[in-house]
C-alpha cells in the first residue's frame, strides 16, 4: 500500500494466534499493536439492547493512554469489542473485522460516521454451534438427563427415548449457523424447513426441503417437532417469539435458541413450558447475561439453559485469523470484503 500499515488486535484471546510473517506476505509494511482493550460481557450484551443510554455511557471503561494511541493509529482493528463513539478515537480506520456473527454491540460505536467498514465472524462459530444444537435436541428425544438421575440414584430403570429420524426441524434463520445445524440435522433422516428474510417466491436452497419468508413463520412452526432459532439480533426480529408463535407451534415440540436473547418473549416461553404445551426447550442465550440468580427462567420446567457457551475455544481464535487474513488480502487489493456487514440492517 506504500505506506505504514497499523494493525490493532485488542482482544486478548487472539494474541496467540496472530502470525506477523503470513501478514507480512500479505502487506510487508504491516505493524500490529496488540495493546488489551475488552468490554465485559454484560455491557456487551447492555450495549446491543440499548446502545445509547446513560448507563451504558456511565459504565463504558476509560481509555489508557497506551489504547488511546492504539486507537489513533489503527487502520484495521480485528477484534471482539471496539470504545464507543469510534470514529473521533480512530481517526486512520478504515476496516474492523470482527471475531463474532453478532455485531449488535457495534452499533453504539457510529462506524458510519468514520466510513468504517465492518465485516463480521460468520461461520467461524457455525460447525461447534450446530453441533451443540444437535446434542441438545438429541439429549431431549432420547431422555439422557432421566438416564443420568437414575444412575445416580443406582436405579437401573428402564426408560426408552423417542427417535430423531421421521422429525420435521424448522431453522428460522438460514445464515451459516443455521445451515450446519440443517446440514448435520439432514444425516439423522430429519425433514428440514427453512426461514430466511431474503426469500422471494419460487426461491429454493439446498439444504433443506422447503423453504419460506418471514411470513410462513406461524404455520411453519406449527408443522415442525424441533424448532431452532439462529436469525439475527436486529431491532426487527425483538420478540419475534411471542406468546402467538408459542401458541402456534406444534404441540409436545421442542424449542432451540442459538440467536439472541431480545428475539424471545421469556415470559411467554415460560408460560408454555408451565402450561406443557412445549415438550421442552433449550437456549444458550438470555435477553440479560449473565442472567440474574432470580430470573424466572431457571426455575421454568424442561428448560435447559447454558451460559452463551454453545460455541467452542478449539481452534476458534486461528479460525477467526484465517477469515482476517482472507479479507486482510481483500482489504490492500481494495477488493470487496467477506462477510461485510450492512450496518443500516445489523447484518
Same mark, same amino acid.
Given at each position: 500500500?506504500?505506506?505504514?500499515?497499523?494493525?490493532?488486535?485488542?482482544?486478548?484471546?487472539?494474541?496467540p494466534?496472530?502470525?506477523?510473517?503470513?501478514?507480512?506476505?500479505?502487506e510487508?509494511?504491516?505493524?500490529?499493536?496488540?495493546?488489551?482493550?475488552?468490554v465485559?460481557?454484560e455491557?456487551?450484551t447492555m450495549?446491543?439492547?440499548?446502545?445509547?443510554?446513560?448507563?451504558?455511557?456511565?459504565?463504558q471503561?476509560?481509555?489508557?493512554?497506551?489504547?488511546l494511541?492504539?486507537?489513533?493509529?489503527?487502520?484495521?482493528?480485528?477484534?471482539?469489542?471496539?470504545?464507543?463513539?469510534?470514529?473521533?478515537?480512530?481517526?486512520?480506520?478504515?476496516?474492523?473485522?470482527?471475531?463474532?456473527?453478532g455485531?449488535?454491540?457495534?452499533?453504539?460505536?457510529?462506524?458510519?460516521?468514520?466510513?468504517?467498514?465492518?465485516?463480521?465472524?460468520?461461520?467461524?462459530?457455525?460447525?461447534?454451534?450446530?453441533?451443540?444444537?444437535?446434542?441438545?435436541?438429541?439429549?431431549?428425544?432420547?431422555?439422557?438427563?432421566?438416564?443420568d438421575?437414575?444412575?445416580?440414584?443406582?436405579?437401573?430403570?428402564? =426408560?426408552?427415548?423417542?427417535?430423531l429420524? #421421521?422429525?420435521?426441524?424448522? *431453522?428460522? @434463520?438460514?445464515?451459516? !449457523?443455521?445451515?450446519? $445445524? /440443517?446440514?448435520?440435522?439432514r444425516?439423522?433422516?430429519?425433514?428440514?424447513?427453512?426461514?430466511?428474510?431474503?426469500?422471494?417466491?419460487?426461491?429454493?436452497d439446498?439444504? =433443506?426441503?422447503?423453504?419460506?419468508?418471514? #411470513?410462513a413463520?406461524?404455520? *411453519?412452526? @406449527?408443522?415442525?417437532? !424441533?424448532?431452532?432459532? $439462529? /436469525?439475527?439480533?436486529?431491532d426487527?426480529n425483538?420478540?419475534?417469539?411471542?406468546?402467538?408463535?408459542?401458541?402456534?407451534?406444534?404441540?409436545?415440540?421442542?424449542?432451540?435458541?442459538?440467536?439472541?436473547?431480545?428475539?424471545?418473549?421469556?415470559?411467554?416461553?415460560?408460560?408454555?413450558?408451565?402450561?406443557?404445551?412445549?415438550? /421442552?426447550?433449550?437456549?444458550?442465550?438470555?435477553?440479560?447475561?449473565?442472567l440474574?440468580?432470580?430470573?424466572?427462567?431457571?426455575?421454568?420446567?424442561?428448560?435447559?439453559?447454558?451460559?452463551h457457551?454453545?460455541?467452542?475455544?478449539?481452534?476458534?481464535a486461528?479460525?477467526?485469523?484465517?477469515?482476517?487474513?482472507?479479507?486482510?488480502?481483500?482489504?490492500v487489493?481494495?477488493?470487496p470484503?467477506?462477510?461485510?456487514?450492512?450496518?443500516?440492517?445489523?447484518?
Open positions: 500500500m506504500g505506506e505504514e500499515l497499523v494493525v490493532y488486535v485488542p482482544f486478548p484471546m487472539l494474541h494466534s496472530i502470525d506477523l510473517d503470513r501478514l507480512r506476505k500479505i510487508p509494511s504491516v505493524e500490529v499493536v496488540t495493546t488489551p482493550f475488552d465485559d460481557h455491557l456487551r450495549r446491543e439492547q440499548q446502545p445509547f443510554s446513560d448507563e451504558i455511557r456511565s459504565r471503561p476509560e481509555l489508557t493512554p497506551d489504547q494511541d492504539a486507537f489513533a493509529r489503527a487502520h484495521v482493528i480485528f477484534t471482539l469489542d471496539v470504545p464507543m463513539d469510534l470514529p473521533p478515537l480512530a481517526p486512520n480506520l478504515r476496516w474492523i473485522q470482527a471475531i463474532g456473527s455485531v449488535g454491540q457495534f452499533v453504539s460505536c457510529r462506524l458510519e460516521d468514520g466510513g468504517i467498514a465492518l465485516t463480521n465472524g460468520a461461520g467461524i462459530g457455525a460447525p461447534p454451534i450446530a453441533e451443540w444444537v444437535i446434542a441438545r435436541v438429541l439429549q431431549i428425544i432420547k431422555l439422557l438427563p432421566e438416564h438421575a437414575a444412575a445416580r440414584e443406582h436405579r437401573w430403570d428402564t =426408560v426408552l427415548g423417542g427417535q429420524q #421421521g422429525k420435521t426441524m424448522a *431453522v428460522i @434463520g438460514l445464515g451459516a !449457523i443455521g445451515r450446519e $445445524t /440443517a446440514r448435520r440435522a444425516a439423522f433422516g430429519v425433514k428440514l424447513i427453512g426461514i430466511r428474510r431474503s426469500w422471494q417466491p419460487g426461491m429454493t439446498p439444504d =433443506v426441503d422447503e423453504l419460506h419468508g418471514p #411470513g413463520l406461524a404455520d *411453519v412452526v @406449527g408443522r415442525s417437532d !424441533i424448532v431452532v432459532l $439462529t /436469525a439475527p439480533g436486529t426487527d425483538d420478540n419475534l417469539f411471542d406468546d402467538s408463535i408459542f401458541s402456534a407451534m406444534k404441540p409436545d415440540s421442542i424449542f432451540v435458541n442459538v440467536a439472541r436473547g431480545t428475539l424471545v418473549d421469556e415470559a411467554a416461553l415460560i408460560d408454555a413450558l408451565a402450561r406443557g404445551h412445549l415438550r /421442552a426447550a433449550a437456549i444458550d442465550v438470555a435477553r440479560a447475561e449473565p440474574p440468580a432470580d430470573d424466572p427462567l431457571w426455575d421454568a420446567p424442561n428448560l435447559y439453559i447454558s451460559p457457551s454453545s460455541t467452542s475455544g478449539e481452534g476458534y486461528d479460525r477467526a485469523f484465517d477469515l482476517f487474513c482472507r479479507n486482510f488480502e481483500r482489504f487489493s481494495n477488493e470484503l467477506e462477510n461485510l456487514v450492512d450496518l443500516s440492517s445489523g447484518y
